[in-house]
C-alpha cells in the first residue's frame, strides 16, 4: 500500500469525523428558495446594559451547533429526512449606529419572513429584538404576533435620556404598538432583578409574567401550554425570544447579567422543544451569550442545544404533515 493512501487532508476538530454521523452542517442548503430555516447571526452587543462579549456568539454557537448530529433520539426525529436549512450569514452591523443596525435587522427579518422562511436568529445583545420582532410584524404585513419571551428580566426600562438599551426593547415594542401586551408572555423573572415600577408597567399592559420559581413548581410542558394559549389567540403566529440570562449561572455562566435561581437547562430546553413543534411558530431568537465571560464554553453549548431543540421541533412539524 502507498504511504500516501493513509494521510487526510487536515481536520482541526478534536474527534475525527464518524462516517456514519449526519450532522447539522450536512443539512445547509445553498438555495434559500428551497429552505424551512433561515440561520441568521447578529453579531451586535453595542446596546447591553452589563458585561459585553455577546457580538462573538454567532459564530461560537454555529460551531457547536453544526457538529450536532441530525438524529434525534429523544422524539426519534431525523432532520435529514425533512428539514432543510439555509445560513444567510451575519448582518453586517455598524457598531457605532444602533439606529442603522437595527433598520438593516429589521429589513433582513422582514424579507426572510416573506419568502415563508423561519429565522433562527443568533445575537447579539437583547437591544436587537426590537428589530427582530418589528421585522416580523412587517415581514407578515402588520397583522398581531404573540411573543413568548424567557428572561430574567421584564427588559421594559424608559429610554432615560433616549438611549436605547438591552433592557428597552419590550417597552418600546408595547409603546409603539408593534406588540400588544396580551400577546406577550415573560418566562422566568428573577425576584431581585426588577423593579416595581417596570412590573407595574407589564402588569398595565396585561403582560402575563411567569416568574421562574413557578417554572420550578410545574411540569415545564404546562409551563409552554400556558404561554401558547396567550400567543396563539387572536395572533398570526408567535415568535421565541430568548435571553440566555433566564438560567442559573450554573447553566450558563456566560451571560451579561447572571441570575442565581434561574431555570434548569432541562426547563429551557423542554419548554423551546414544545413551542418550536407548534404549527404557529414564526421562529426564534437566542440572545445574551457572551462567549468571553464562558470559559468553559457551557453556555455556548447550552445556546446551540436550544437552537438544535428549535430545529427539531421545526422537524417534528414537517415529519407529522
Same mark, same amino acid.
Given at each position: 500500500?502507498?504511504?500516501?493512501?493513509?494521510?487526510?487532508?487536515?481536520?482541526?476538530?478534536?474527534?475525527?469525523?464518524?462516517?456514519?454521523?449526519?450532522? @447539522?452542517?450536512?443539512?445547509?442548503?445553498?438555495?434559500?428558495?428551497?429552505?424551512?430555516?433561515?440561520? @441568521?447571526?447578529?453579531?451586535?452587543?453595542?446596546?447591553?446594559?452589563?458585561?459585553?462579549?455577546?457580538?462573538?456568539?454567532?459564530?461560537?454557537?454555529?460551531?457547536?451547533?453544526?457538529?450536532?448530529?441530525?438524529?434525534?433520539?429523544?422524539?426519534?426525529?431525523?432532520?435529514?429526512?425533512?428539514?432543510?436549512?439555509?445560513?444567510?450569514?451575519?448582518?453586517?452591523?455598524?457598531?457605532?449606529?444602533?439606529?442603522?443596525?437595527?433598520?438593516?435587522?429589521?429589513?433582513?427579518?422582514?424579507?426572510?419572513?416573506?419568502?415563508?422562511?423561519?429565522?433562527?436568529?443568533?445575537?447579539?445583545?437583547?437591544?436587537?429584538?426590537?428589530?427582530?420582532?418589528?421585522?416580523?410584524?412587517?415581514?407578515?404585513?402588520?397583522?398581531?404576533?404573540?411573543?413568548?419571551?424567557?428572561?430574567?428580566?421584564?427588559?421594559?426600562?424608559?429610554?432615560?435620556?433616549?438611549?436605547?438599551?438591552?433592557?428597552?426593547?419590550?417597552?418600546?415594542?408595547?409603546?409603539?404598538?408593534?406588540?400588544?401586551?396580551?400577546?406577550?408572555?415573560?418566562?422566568?423573572?428573577?425576584?431581585?432583578?426588577?423593579?416595581?415600577?417596570?412590573?407595574?408597567?407589564?402588569?398595565?399592559?396585561?403582560?402575563?409574567?411567569?416568574?421562574?420559581?413557578?417554572?420550578?413548581?410545574?411540569?415545564?410542558?404546562?409551563?409552554?401550554?400556558?404561554?401558547?394559549?396567550?400567543?396563539?389567540?387572536?395572533?398570526?403566529?408567535?415568535?421565541?425570544?430568548?435571553?440566555?440570562?433566564?438560567?442559573?449561572?450554573?447553566?450558563?455562566?456566560?451571560?451579561?447579567?447572571?441570575?442565581?435561581?434561574?431555570?434548569?437547562?432541562?426547563?429551557?430546553?423542554?419548554?423551546?422543544?414544545?413551542?418550536?413543534?407548534?404549527?404557529?411558530?414564526?421562529?426564534?431568537?437566542?440572545?445574551?451569550?457572551?462567549?468571553?465571560?464562558?470559559?468553559?464554553?457551557?453556555?455556548?453549548?447550552?445556546?446551540?442545544?436550544?437552537?438544535?431543540?428549535?430545529?427539531?421541533?421545526?422537524?417534528?412539524?414537517?415529519?407529522?404533515?
Amino acid at each position: 500500500m502507498n504511504w500516501r493512501s493513509w494521510l487526510r487532508p487536515p481536520d482541526h476538530s478534536p474527534v475525527p469525523p464518524d462516517p456514519h454521523d449526519v450532522r @447539522i452542517a450536512d443539512l445547509l442548503q445553498a438555495d434559500p428558495s428551497r429552505a424551512h430555516v433561515a440561520l @441568521i447571526g447578529i453579531p451586535f452587543d453595542t446596546t447591553v446594559i452589563g458585561r459585553r462579549g455577546a457580538r462573538e456568539a454567532p459564530g461560537a454557537i454555529r460551531r457547536a451547533l453544526y457538529r450536532m448530529t441530525a438524529f434525534d433520539l429523544e422524539s426519534g426525529v431525523d432532520l435529514a429526512g425533512n428539514l432543510r436549512l439555509v445560513d444567510l450569514g451575519d448582518i453586517a452591523v455598524v457598531h457605532t449606529d444602533v439606529h442603522e443596525t437595527h433598520r438593516r435587522v429589521a429589513t433582513v427579518v422582514t424579507e426572510a419572513i416573506r419568502q415563508g422562511l423561519r429565522p433562527l436568529i443568533l445575537g447579539g445583545d437583547h437591544g436587537l429584538s426590537y428589530a427582530t420582532i418589528r421585522g416580523v410584524v412587517e415581514g407578515l404585513g402588520g397583522p398581531p404576533i404573540g411573543v413568548v419571551q424567557f428572561d430574567a428580566h421584564h427588559d421594559l426600562r424608559e429610554l432615560l435620556e433616549g438611549e436605547i438599551t438591552s433592557g428597552t426593547p419590550f417597552r418600546r415594542l408595547l409603546e409603539e404598538g408593534i406588540l400588544q401586551g396580551r400577546h406577550l408572555v415573560q418566562i422566568g423573572l428573577i425576584g431581585g432583578r426588577n423593579s416595581r415600577a417596570y412590573y407595574e408597567v407589564a402588569r398595565q399592559h396585561g403582560v402575563q409574567m411567569i416568574p421562574a420559581s413557578r417554572v420550578h413548581g410545574t411540569d415545564p410542558e404546562a409551563i409552554a401550554r400556558t404561554a401558547l394559549e396567550a400567543v396563539t389567540a387572536g395572533t398570526a403566529g408567535f415568535w421565541i425570544s430568548f435571553d440566555m440570562d433566564v438560567f442559573d449561572p450554573a447553566h450558563a455562566p456566560g451571560v451579561s447579567a447572571p441570575s442565581p435561581g434561574g431555570l434548569t437547562a432541562f426547563q429551557g430546553l423542554a419548554m423551546v422543544h414544545r413551542l418550536s413543534a407548534h404549527p404557529a411558530c414564526l421562529g426564534m431568537e437566542l440572545m445574551e451569550t457572551a462567549p468571553p465571560l464562558d470559559p468553559d464554553g457551557r453556555t455556548v453549548a447550552l445556546a446551540a442545544a436550544l437552537a438544535y431543540r428549535f430545529l427539531v421541533g421545526q422537524g417534528e412539524l414537517r415529519q407529522q404533515s
